[in-house]
């Protein structure tokens, strides 16, 4: 039995915010979590981010699930998802 993949799909605006965050940003983890985000939406697989960021793909999975419930509880809100509001999430491998 396969699970379906998660999907991410970054807005302009989220993928500014974000690439800002991660070319200027002043705290190493927020760049990192932004880079890694900017990858999923690039299409790369969590095995790609892995070997590219060097990282665990528990810390992958964790980026993505964490912007996606951001997603989700911003969208059931009717506005899009922050990215301030994603950033300073401290949890899971490796974070």
Request: net charge positive; with cysteine; proline share 1%.
């Amino acid at each position: 039995m396969s699970r379906k993949a998660k999907t991410l799909a970054l807005t302009e605006e989220e993928r500014r915010q974000l690439t800002q965050i991660n070319e200027r940003g002043s705290d190493w983890r927020e760049r990192r979590r932004a880079r890694t985000v900017l990858l999923l939406d690039k299409g790369l697989s969590i095995s790609a981010v892995v070997t590219e960021q060097k990282i665990h793909k528990e810390t992958v999975a964790c980026h993505r699930d964490a912007w996606l419930q951001k997603l989700r509880s911003d969208t059931s809100r009717a506005s899009t998802a922050s990215v301030a509001g994603f950033l300073p999430y401290e949890g899971g491998a490796g974070a």
